[in-house]
């Protein structure tokens, strides 16, 4: 009740001062009337009104969790019950305001916010608004100004629940200020005693003597009557026990003294092995501080026991390091307790302890370093005399002046001195040149002192006056060491004229044919690339021209490689005579200023030339030139050169040239485009027996495109085998026109490339060594599509003679590992070779007649079918076709397409079919593209046809359906005349 009043007395709640608030929202005495008059009718009203309030209140969350138990319901129902019907009571006296605010209070405490208070308002007005039109429905007049009134009494409760919170809400924000106060009182005591432990532990001398004072902090910040502070030590039996560094002077008796006395001169042990549960063992178990508040006995020591008073509690403090527990604090209290607190409190003590701890470690390990570091100094100083004595470089120290101040033999013999005695003394300075590449020798020299005292090593190189000359290089290295107490320079001197001359080779070997002594191709690539660069900033025309000795491989087998190799060197020379590279390369290798070593392009009036033997016989020239047209009159001018002939081994040489070459900017923008465009041109020239050959963007297009389908080629056969796929393209006996056979065919459907056509992959699989894979794909494909009919019951050889023509390359044909191979990859897919027809080419028979034979007889002993593809456009002789035990002879559909009108390719139809005749093999026609073709040739007794008039390549479901089903095997297109 005397928190109540002071509450009110808060408030200002008095009558006068609530009278005033009623009449401020205008409560008259007819308002009261009017809800005295109400009081008793609402009433029957209570249970329905108060059920339906908590139905609405449990809709929404912020009243579910506090609603869910229907006993906390049942209660508030009926308190609630209570509040409301006072509402209506009519007696709105001093004491109705204080029990409204006392209901206030209650609410605050127990979680109830001002939403749920308005909330609550606005539910019950509504709700009995309802109730009150009920009541008053045979006076409708009354019905307004009682809900007024209603409204009045509920303003006037929500105004005193709001200072209700209001003076909640002060309180708090006063009791938060004080615990803030509380707080920054206890952080400022606690940093004091901080600061007084830091102190002690830096300053103090003695060990002891600051853990003295780091105890009587902690007994005073926690009000304890007793502490002590000891080292964990272990026994011979690894079991802890504390070696008592500080002990609190307990003058409770004189054995206390005595005690405290002892520990000064003689740490104590505590070490009770009879007690395994004493505080150390506690501590030492959870590596954290333990509070026992029910000492029974003193758990240190059985002999300290008699001497201790009794206390309430104890509180053992760990401190560690390195994670380990090195020591521990006890605090002991006569009256009260510790507790978590307490632990909190002096969290950042401890902590500051173990820091402290550290850096004691550290600081003992510095004075001992010092100590070491003394000895080492006296040592290192006897170490430096001995080193300058027995070492074969050339030493010296260099005092702070810039002095020599000692040196050993071997510098004095280095700089041409009989006796050490004459260069000590001396500064580096008197055995230098005025100047050194990078500026004045006394500028350089004070610099490199300088950073050799503040950064430390130091090393470079030096131009010095020697015995051997007077701008000898020379590696100097500087040191910083301590000599006689005083900080000096050692200094190793060690001549480079050797390391030079190696450098000078390997740069050779590097940047050099050592054959022609021209450039090579590293120092080509590092001059065009430069020459690009300067190319791209004036708009020069760059040509890069590749030169090949074409006949060199016949000269050097002819008369020698000592012969050869001399050419090479002649060409070189010729070449060099009508160009101006040799000396500029030279000056961009040696002088090692590539960076700054540039062009003058006011000099550059038609050409600029960069000559090098890249590989083998091939030598490569860069030249700025003014039009295409000059670059053809310099290559002219180029081979001219070389037509006369060379004297090689008292022999006159005559040389074969061919030039490739490429522009920059018409052909490509970077050295690699342009020296591959010019070797692409090279090649072409070669293949194709011209002097010269200009590449072109297209050509570049086409080598690239080559160059990307074979290398998805060769990832499909590897990585994408389903991309590949068979066509089948029927064959007809001309005389029945039934099916005889059938062509497979290729085809390939790269997801990259997409559709890539036979005539562009498969000579690229004979280029890149592919084809044998290539040609067992197809024999695995065609086993499968042959294997699957025979499931169906349709075997094409034993039932109508029907044989698949696979195509056997020329360079698979002639390898007979391969043809051993694939024959086992047929009989081993449960088939047999009478099951194929091979298609081998007439240029690839011819290719080796004589091993072609031995293989065909082979393959006939396997019983294949053997046809010769293409017949007519090689140049087999009847005297091998004779020795050929082929079955059928295919005519080339260049022959076939236009017979009926080009009578010679009508008379060369009639030869083969004649000559197959005469060597008893079979004929067929490929590419009959009309029925007239067809009809002639049967007339002429061909034997076979294929072509697009028979049928085109299907697939393998649409040939089964439109060739192997049908009985016959015809083609209801095809006619016989």
Known sequence: MQAMEVIFKHLALDETSFHHRKDLIRLHSEDIGLLRALHGPLQSYETELIDAFYDHLKTFDFAQDFLADPQIVAKLKTTQKAYFRRLTAGIYDLDYAKDRIRVGIAHERVGLTTQWYIGSYAIYLELTSHYVAKILSHTPALIEPSIHALYKVALLDITLAFDAYMYASHESIQVARQEVSDKYDEQLRLQQTIDRIQKAFILDASYDSALELLLNELIDFTDSAFGLIGDVRYDANQAPYLKVRVLTDIQSNGKNQALYKVNQTNPLDFHNPHNPHNLLDSVMASGKPVINNSPNTNSHSDEAQPCQPKFTSCLGLPFSHNGNVVGMIELSKTNGAYNENTIKRLSPILATLESLYEARKMRDRLSETLIENDRLRRQNESQIAVLLQRSADAMGIIGKEMIITECNDAAAKLYGFATRQELIGLSPLDISPVSQPAGYSSDLAKQYISKALTEGYQR??????????????????????????????????????????????????????????????????????????????????????????????????????????????????????????????????????????????????????????????????????????????????????????????????????????????????????????????????????????????????????????????????????????????????????????????????????????????????????????????????????????????????????????????????????????????????????????????????????????????????????????????????????????????????????????????????????????????????????????????????????????????????????????????????????
């Open 460 to 977: 470079f190189e030096w131009l010095h006056h020697t015995a051997q000359s007077e701008n000898t290089p020379i590696e100097v290295t500087l040191t910083p060491v301590i000599f006689h107490d005083e900080t000096c320079i050692q200094v190793v001197w060690r001549d480079l004229t050797d390391i030079k001359a190696k450098e000078h080779r390997i740069k050779q070997l590097a940047y050099f044919d050592e054959l022609t002594g021209l450039a090579n191709k590293n120092l080509f690539a590092d001059r065009v690339k430069h020459l690009l660069q300067l190319s791209k900033r004036y708009n020069y025309t760059i040509a890069v021209v590749y030169l090949d000795l074409v006949n060199h491989e016949d000269i050097q087998e002819t008369l020698g490689y000592i012969a050869g190799d001399t050419l090479l060197h002649a060409v070189g020379q010729r070449i060099t005579s009508i160009i101006r590279s040799t000396d500029s390369l030279a000056h961009y290798v040696f002088n090692d200023d590539s960076k700054n070593f540039d062009i003058d392009h006011t000099i550059i009036d038609r050409e600029f030339d960069s000559l090098a033997r890249i590989n083998g016989d091939v030598f490569a020239l860069a030249a700025v030139v003014s039009s295409v047209d000059a670059v053809e009159i310099m290559v002219t001018r180029l081979q001219n050169t070389l037509k006369a002939p060379f004297s090689i081994s008292d022999s006159k040489v005559m040389v074969n040239t061919r030039t490739g070459i490429a522009l920059y900017p018409q052909d490509a923008d970077n050295f690699d485009a342009l020296t591959r465009g010019a070797a692409i041109a090279l090649h072409i020239a070669k293949e194709k027996l011209l002097s010269s050959y200009f590449f072109n963007v297209r050509l570049g297009e086409e080598i690239h495109r080559h160059s990307l389908i074979a290398k998805r080629l060769e990832y499909s056969l590897k990585f994408d085998p389903n991309s590949f796929s068979i066509r089948i393209q029927p064959q007809v006996n001309l005389q029945t026109m039934n099916l005889s056979g059938a062509e497979i065919l290729l085809r390939w459907d790269d997801s990259s490339l997409g559709s890539i056509p036979p005539n562009i992959f498969i000579p690229i699989a004979e280029e890149r060594g592919l084809i044998n894979e290539i040609t067992k794909l197809v024999i695995q494909l065609t086993s499968h599509a042959l294997l699957s009919w025979k499931k169906q019951g349709y075997a094409l050889v034993t039932d109508r003679d029907i044989r698949m023509a696979i195509n056997i390359s020329a360079k698979s044909f002639n390898n007979l590992i391969f043809v051993e191979e694939f024959i086992a990859d047929i009989k081993d897919s449960g088939l047999t070779p009478e099951d194929f027809e091979l298609e081998l080419t007439e240029t690839g028979i011819m290719h080796d007649p004589e091993l072609a034979i031995e293989i065909i007889k082979q393959l006939k002993l396997e019983k294949f079918v053997l046809a010769i593809d293409d017949f007519g456009m090689g140049h087999s002789s009847l005297s091998y076709l004779r020795n050929i035990e082929a079955d059928i002879l295919k005519i080339d559909m260049f022959y076939i397409k236009n017979m009926l009108t080009d009578k010679k390719n009508m008379a060369i139809v009639k030869t083969i079919i004649s000559t197959a005749q005469i060597f008893d093999m079979k004929t067929l026609a490929e590419g009959i593209e009309d029925q007239e073709t067809l009809t002639e040739l049967k007339r002429l007794g061909c034997d076979y046809a294929q072509g697009y008039f028979v049928s085109h390549p299907l697939t393998i479901n649409d040939f089964e359906e439109e060739w192997i089903k049908q009985k016959q095997g015809t083609s209801s297109g095809l006619t016989i005349h």
